[in-house]
């Protein structure tokens, strides 16, 4: 019998590294209710998964199907950030398979880069498993469409929504193909979709989300680039994001 190559080795301990720990999943077609404590507009998202919502990753005798990370969230009209409306479980609460040391740290930066700076910027500190984001914003990371049914704050009229998601180990020839072990673990950077609401327009439903640019490739960079030419599957992790005001 061959035995298994120190490089595929390592390949399955970063992938496994990289994934969330086993816990409750949101299945196709489910909702996700957040910001019940909030008294403004209910507002509902519906996420349509797209031909590459998952990859199915094989390493030797193993085989791990990889989802998005996802974050939802509110920003005034001039770009500041304003509220989260949603953050996948395994992001908001740091619960990464094998990440057992530095609870005070925030991993895998890459995958949500331009909502965490948004986020940070408003004076939250970045998500670690001693400081979690709290229950009322996140939940189980969907396995196929789902749909978001969320309040917003009171004080929110007119702003725009914005959703940020990036699923790992998926390079092309132009992202993650090269460079640091973080970059060929992300592969292609995170993409951005947004939409302008008013929330007090109820004739508002099945507004589409578009896509606005995408993150940097290091954690630490808040900017959003708009020369998405380069990505490709990227672009089809979902087919449609719309939203309705209630």
Known sequence: MNSIKPGLILSILLLVMSSCTIGPTIRDGKTIIT?????????SLQFNR????????????FQFKIT?????????????????????HCFATQQWRMIKTAPDTCYRTTSLPYWMNAYMRAGHMAPTKNNPLPDAVTAATPTGSFTIKTKLDSTIHVCVIKAEFNKSFDPNASFGSQGSMTIRINGQPAVDYAARIDVTDKTQRNVPMHLIGRSGESGSDPALYTDTDLLTTAKSIFSGIT???E
């Not at 910001?35 to 507002?43: E, I, L, P, W, Y």
């Open 243 to 245: 939203i309705t005001i």
């Open 68 to 88: 998005p990370q996802i974050a939802v969230w509110a920003e005034d009209t001039l770009g500041n950030y304003l509220q989260t409306i949603y953050v996948t």
């Open 50 to 61: 797209g031909a590459n919502f998952t990859t199915a990753k094989k390493f030797g005798m």
């Open 35 to 43: 910001n019940t404590d909030k008294s403004g507009a209910a507002v």
